[in-house]
T-cell receptor
Framework: AQRVTQPEKLLSVFKGAPVELKCNYSYSGSPELFWYVQYSRQRLQLLLRHISRESIKGFTADLNKGETSFHLKKPFAQEEDSAMYYCAPKGGKSTFGDGTTLTVKP | DADVTQTPRNRITKTGKRIMLECSQTKGHDRMYWYRQDPGLGLRLIYYSFDVKDINKGEISDGYSVSRQAQAKFSLSLESAIPNQTALYFC?????????????????FGEGSRLTVL
């Protein structure tokens, strides 16, 4: 079964500091992973997917097959980045990670 | 804009009552899903449907049932609600990305239905 784990439920950083939200996966085959974000009072939405290798809102995520990780990074956090972040395999029938609540303090 | 709509948005009910949460979408997507979100437990899949005649159990289907009335509608029912079913429920859809010739796997979520069972 495709599984991802997010070891940190809560993460707090100051504005302007780098931030890294961790995601590890443990399944065979070629993983296709996504990051979703849920801002306060908004619905879950796709942030980025590894296959597109894009930077969205300053966030990037690289698939590291050696470490089986797909960490989400941003060099300078902003207050508007405060949200719940989920790591998930491609497709809706796979289990999401437990989520990390990021708080960016002023 | 094409959207995923959930009703009701909030519901308070009593133990033993039958509850239905409805999801409709105007995206034209064929795949629909129901998830449950609990604090500290993330998002867990209850049921999913790849088309009108296809219904599949997810990770936590016990105590729930679903109905895919049409491509655009996917309802979740709690036949006899119990307090530990108090949660935020999300409907989602996904579809084939014709441009890429394969499914992108991106999910599009509704705004959620908050259910409280007393």
């Amino acid at each position: 079964a495709q599984r991802v784990t997010q070891p940190e439920k809560l993460l707090s950083v100051f504005k302007g500091a780098p931030v890294e939200l961790k995601c590890n996966y443990s399944y065979s085959g070629s993983p296709e992973l996504f990051w979703y974000v849920q801002y306060s009072r908004q619905r879950l939405q796709l942030l980025l997917r590894h296959i597109s290798r894009e930077s969205i809102k300053g966030f990037t995520a690289d698939l590291n097959k050696g470490e089986t990780s797909f960490h989400l990074k941003k060099p300078f956090a902003q207050e508007e980045d405060s949200a719940m972040y989920y790591c998930a395999p491609k497709g809706g029938k796979s289990t999401f990670g437990d989520g990390t609540t990021l708080t960016v303090k002023p | 804009d094409a959207d995923v709509t959930q009703t009701p948005r909030n519901r308070i009910t009593k133990t033993g009552k039958r509850i239905m949460l409805e999801c409709s979408q105007t995206k034209g997507h064929d795949r629909m899903y129901w998830y449950r979100q609990d604090p500290g437990l993330g998002l867990r899949l209850i049921y999913y449907s790849f088309d009108v005649k296809d219904i599949n159990k997810g990770e936590i289907s016990d105590g729930y049932s679903v109905s895919r009335q049409a491509q655009a509608k996917f309802s979740l029912s709690l036949e006899s609600a119990i307090p530990n079913q108090t949660a935020l429920y999300f409907c989602a859809t996904s579809a084939l990305d014709v441009r890429e010739g394969e499914r992108t796997g991106e999910l599009f979520f509704g705004e959620g239905s908050r259910l409280t069972v007393l």
